[in-house]
Nanobody, 122 residues
């Protein structure tokens, strides 16, 4: 079992930055790929970014490339999402997830956090 708890969300003006963190507890965190997804009201939960257990190449959705960066610290069992140049359309609940492999598909992740709200004002 892996338990995930997100933090760092909040209200920020357009152009600002936030850093989300996802703390994992339980076994096998370091063997898991980690991903960030987001869900805006009335919309599907969409892929944002993912990172393999080795913290090698990362993967980002086109909508956040050049603005968001995913990273992880296996010693701290934590994955981060640095979000810069935020836009109102980034407003959503952000979820971290743990899976067996790096993927943009929700079905490939078997553990999910409860989410943290990010609101970007114009």
């Amino acid at each position: 079992q892996v338990q995930l708890v997100e933090s760092g969300g909040g209200l920020v003006q357009a152009g600002g930055s936030l850093r989300l963190a996802c703390a994992a507890s339980g076994r096998t965190f370091s063997n898991r790929a980690m991903g960030w997804f987001r869900q805006a009201p009335g919309k599907d939960r969409d892929f944002v970014a993912a990172i393999p257990w080795s913290a090698g190449s990362t993967y980002n959705a086109d909508s956040v490339k050049g603005r968001f960066t995913i990273s992880r610290d296996n010693a701290k069992n934590t994955v981060y999402l640095q979000m810069n140049s935020l836009k109102p359309e980034d407003t959503a609940v952000y979820y971290c997830a743990a899976g067996r492999r790096v993927s943009s598909r929700r079905v490939d992740y078997d553990y999910w956090g409860q989410g943290t709200q990010v609101t970007v004002s114009s």
